[in-house]
């Protein structure tokens, strides 16, 4: 095995940690104790509800994802 050179990465700090894990956090929460519970009010389906409130924010994720590689310069 040839010898890589050792990356240093620096610890993530306390304003990055809540952007990366804060906001999506938000963002199920409202999925679950609200968009879930007004759709169960609504009389959809128990399936369609769960799919609909786990997906969206997984989608939003999904999105933010690729942007961010598309900001990168990568692609």
């Known amino acids: 095995m040839e010898n890589l050179p050792v990356m240093k990465i620096k610890p993530m700090g ?5 952007l990366f894990f804060g906001i999506p956090s938000v963002i199920f929460c409202f999925s679950i104790y ?7 009010q609504s009389g959809v389906d128990d399936f369609v509800n769960f799919i609909v ?12 994802a ?6 990168e310069g990568i692609a």
């Open 14 to 18: 306390i304003a990055a940690s809540l």
């Open 34 to 40: 609200f968009i879930m519970q007004k759709l169960h």
């Open 53 to 64: 409130s786990m997906t969206t924010p997984l989608a939003m994720m999904l999105a933010a």
């Open 66 to 71: 690729i942007i961010a590689y598309k900001v």
